[in-house]
């Protein structure tokens, strides 16, 4: 049986959580609300959970990071170079009158190869939404998670703390749109979309 991806638009803001699972291993991506429906999917599909890997640390992308290592005994990963945002509302909460973010133990993780749930995975530096943002890239299941770093026809904020537009766009170029076009990109907001697709149409890389 292939890789497969599912999506769990969970939390206050919808964010899109993946779950990558082969052969009975599984991965979570950004969990960022109550991971309720995705214990529920690992449970009925008989997954074990080997990881919880977190693109950056805004709030929304981590608010179901302790109940799920919690329930699972699994270990988080996340960029170390996205500690600051915990000292601020847009990494622990409370941002706009949402809630805070429970506090979780995660190990760093820095550009370069890995293995989880028995596939390859390159984990990419790719700031401009954040300062410390990664993309995971899984070849073998032929898909990146980006976070906020791209969207379908469009790209992250970069008006947040970290962010810069110039570093966003020099590494969607360096280590986004270098990967095979047909590689299928995930993004914590909005639907799927694919690398080539994105070269070719998306407007803030056509000039």
């Known amino acids: 049986m292939s890789p497969r991806v599912t999506t769990f638009p969970i939390g206050p803001l919808e964010t899109n959580c993946y779950l990558l699972d082969n052969g009975g291993r599984a991965v979570a991506v950004d969990p960022g609300g109550e991971p309720g429906p995705l214990t529920s999917f690992l449970d009925r599909e008989k997954l074990a959970l080997d990881a919880v890997l977190i693109t950056h640390l805004h709030f929304d992308h981590i608010y179901g990071a302790s109940a799920l290592t919690s329930r699972t005994g699994t270990k988080a990963y996340a960029p170390p170079g996205d500690e600051y945002l915990m000292r601020t509302e847009l990494g622990r909460g409370g941002f ?10 995660y190990e760093p993780i820095e550009e370069g190869e890995y293995e989880f749930a028995g596939l390859p995975c390159h984990v990419l530096s790719t700031p401009g939404h ?10 073998d299941a032929g898909c990146v998670f980006v976070g906020d770093l791209l969207f379908y026809r469009s790209i992250g904020r970069v008006d947040f703390p970290g962010g810069d537009l110039e570093t966003l766009k020099d590494s969607v170029r360096r280590k986004i749109f270098t990967l095979p076009d047909e590689t299928t990109v995930y993004a914590g907001h909005m639907i799927e979309t694919t690398v080539g697709d994105e070269k070719n149409h998306n407007p803030y890389f056509q000039e």
């Open 96 to 105: 706009m009158g949402l809630p805070q973010v429970d506090e979780f133990d």
């Open 130 to 139: 954040t300062t410390g943002s990664v993309s995971f890239h899984f070849p």
